[in-house]
C-alpha cells in the first residue's frame, strides 16, 4: 500500500494507523476510517505512553532558573540547567542577561529570524533572536535603549523589539514596501531606512515613530531604488542601484561618490566605506567619506 504526503503513522495497542491521503481516510489495522479531509499524520495517546516515574527536572525545576533538562551521568539521571537566547548560565542554576560590547547582526530567510551573535566568546547570542519575522532583510540595534530594529519585507513592516526579547511592536506599519536598509542614528536618536519600491529614504524619531519625515524621493522613482545604508555620526551613507550617494543629514546635499558599481546591496563604514556587490561577486572598499575618493576591490 502507498500513501501519498505521509508524515507520520502511529502504533497502539499492537495496532497501526496509517493516513491514506488519497482516498482522506485513516487506517486503523484491518480497518478503513473515512474522513472529511485528507490526513497527513497520525497520533495515538495514551495515558500508558506516559508513564509516571522519577524525573530530575520534577521538583522546583531541577533547581534551574530557566530550563531544566536530564542528563544522564553514570547511570542516574541528573538536572541539567539551560538557559533561553539572550542569556548564559551563572552559579548553580542562574541565569543572567548577556551584555557584550560588539556582537553581529544577522538577518536570516529561512527560518526566518534575526540573531545577535556575540564576536567573543563565539557561540554566545548578545540578545534574544527576533523569530516572529516573516522575511526580515535589514537589521540595526540601539545599545542605549536595548533595541533591535528590523524590517520584514512580507509584512510590509519595521518591527522593534528590547534585547532580551521582550516588548516587541511595530514601529513603521505604514508607507513601508522593499525595505531594504536600516540605520539607528545613537547621537540624533532617529531610525533611517531606505525603500526600494517606493525610491525613498525616510527617518523618524526613535522616542515618537510617528515624527516621521521623507528625506530623499527622486523624481525618477522607477529607475532609483535605494538599498542599503550606514551612517557617519556627521554623514549619512546610501547606496543605489548601480551608484553610490553620500547624503548630507544636515542640509540634504545629495553628493555621487561611485556610479561603477553593479547591483550594490550591501553598505559599512570602517576607516572608509565598504560595499558589497550582488552581480560581481565581490566587496569593494571606497575610501571616500573620510579620506577623500578612491576604490580598492
Known amino acids: ?7 507520520a503513522i502511529a502504533a497502539l495497542g499492537g495496532a497501526l494507523y496509517l493516513p491514506v491521503w488519497r482516498n482522506s481516510s485513516l487506517l486503523a489495522g484491518a480497518r478503513s476510517v473515512a474522513l472529511d479531509a485528507r490526513p497527513t499524520a497520525a497520533l495515538a495517546f495514551h495515558r500508558a505512553r506516559q508513564p509516571r516515574s522519577a524525573h530530575p527536572c520534577a521538583a522546583h525545576n531541577g533547581g534551574c532558573a530557566q530550563l531544566c533538562f536530564p542528563a544522564y551521568e553514570g547511570g542516574a539521571a541528573r538536572a541539567r540547567c539551560a538557559c533561553r537566547h539572550g542569556w548564559r548560565l551563572a552559579g548553580r542554576g542562574a541565569c543572567d542577561r548577556v551584555h ?3 556582537f553581529l547582526l544577522l538577518a536570516r530567510g529561512a527560518p526566518p529570524l534575526v540573531q545577535a551573535l556575540a564576536l567573543r566568546p563565539r557561540g554566545w547570542e548578545a540578545a534574544a533572536p527576533a523569530t516572529d519575522a516573516a522575511r526580515p532583510t535589514a537589521a540595526d540595534a540601539d545599545t542605549r535603549d536595548h533595541y533591535l530594529y528590523y524590517c520584514d519585507v512580507h509584512r510590509y513592516e519595521i518591527v522593534r523589539q528590547r534585547l532580551d526579547g521582550s516588548g516587541r511592536e511595530v514601529f513603521a506599519g505604514s508607507d513601508v514596501d522593499n525595505c531594504e536598509g536600516l540605520a539607528v ?3 540624533g536618536r532617529n531610525l533611517y531606512w531606505t525603500d526600494a519600491a517606493l525610491g525613498t529614504v525616510s527617518a523618524a524619531r526613535l522616542d515618537a515613530p510617528g515624527v516621521r519625515r521623507v528625506l530623499v524621493r527622486d523624481a525618477d522613482y522607477l529607475h532609483y531604488h535605494p538599498r542599503a545604508i ?7 551613507c546610501d547606496t543605489y542601484l548601480n551608484r553610490v550617494e553620500r547624503l ?6 545629495r553628493q555621487l561618490v561611485t556610479s561603477d558599481a553593479v547591483k550594490p546591496y550591501g553598505l559599512a563604514l570602517y576607516e572608509g566605506q565598504y ?3 550582488v552581480s560581481l561577486l565581490s566587496m569593494q572598499r571606497s575610501i571616500y567619506i573620510l579620506y577623500g575618493p578612491g576604490r580598492i576591490v
Open 248 to 253: 548630507e543629514l544636515r542640509s540634504g546635499r
Open 230 to 236: 550606514t551612517l557617519h555620526p556627521a554623514n549619512g
Open 275 to 277: 560595499s558589497a556587490n
Open 1 to 7: 500500500m502507498t500513501s501519498q504526503e505521509l508524515v
Open 185 to 187: 542614528d545613537w547621537m
Open 100 to 102: 557584550e560590547d560588539a
